[in-house]
């Protein structure tokens, strides 16, 4: 397969998705803020919603390619089930050698794509009973999971990154996600489908980064938040391995300063790139930005810095003047805000122009339209829920 990716915008032809499953049922009140939802999606809207905007991105001439049949094909044409297995069960830090041994020969008895199903979804305590207990089992049983689920998995947007004819695979933040990477992993390591592509980044480093973070803005110019899940360390290897150990074209990062707060997560929540010169942008940005600008020289990195508000950054290097600014919900100031909390400015651009937008931000894409951009609605009660838009739920592979 083809990797691709140098532009937010130009015409998409491969993305990457998935379809939420099992483990949505697997979020209980309890457990929402450790695995970084607001709510509790139903199950059956979201899949329908996320088929919708499958179709959508179809009808428009978009290859889907779903995570979890790359990572079921990987594992059966290349013998890999119990291999991914171990490292998944080490990677969840099952430590007590009873529920161990009992968690892997559970999983590795099902077929390959209903095991992936399961590790996705989680494995509620009561599904099997251990032959051998001891006090530390019966400690772990008065628990409700072995394997918490990833309900975060469908936003593709984060776990891997796909950047010019390589790819991030990238160490998540928080412990809920840290486990997601590795779906893609094995499908980078180990397909054929994908041999050969650089890979940027590895999930067993010590330092943060998620694919929210990281925006192509071109052939030359990555712009990357330092914000609650990506670390300065990471941004620094990133652009060591893009500058000096590939033939890449990138010869600028912008690495952006961002709050630390969850209202802006990634850079992907504060602005998308909708045209060649059009952003949707988060209605509070009108404050100056801190940015650390990366530049390639001949063996070492030059960084600057810079106060400046996001449209003169974006026209500076970028270096055009017809950049032009859209705020998410307008100069309506309730309207900006909820329409902000319901990912009204991650728009997922699929040609310059054209972009696919939660239907429910009608202020916003009401606005786009104003501006000259085709908006494609999906409707997104459901997919809302867990604080990501159509950019966080798809990883492009191949741009034209
Ligand atoms: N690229 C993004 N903005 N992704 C949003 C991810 C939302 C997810 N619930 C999280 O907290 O991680």
Redesign the pocket.
Known sequence: MKVNVYSEVKKLKIVLLHRPGLELENIEPDLLEEL??EDIPYLKKAQQEHDYFAKALKDNGVEVKYVTDLLTNTLEKKGLKEQFVDEYLNLSEVKNEYILEALKEYLLAFETKEMVRKIIGGVRIDEFKLTKNSFSTVVHLNKQFYLLPLP?LY?Q??PVAFVGRGALINRMK?KA?RRESLFMKYVLKYSDEFSNIPIYYDMNEPFSI???DVLVLSDKVLAIGISQRTDPEAIERVANKIFYESDESFDTILAINMPKKRAY??L??IFTMVSENKFLVHSKLETSLHVYVLKKNKDEIEVTEEDLQLEDVLKKYLERNDIELIKCGGDDEIAAKREQWNDGS?VLAISPGTVIAYERNYVTNQLLREKGINVIEIPSSELSR???GP??MSMPICRE
């Open positions: 970084l939802f975060n936003f947007r984060d928080t996600r998620e694919g929210g997560m990634h992907d929540t991650n867990g604080r990501g950019r966080c």
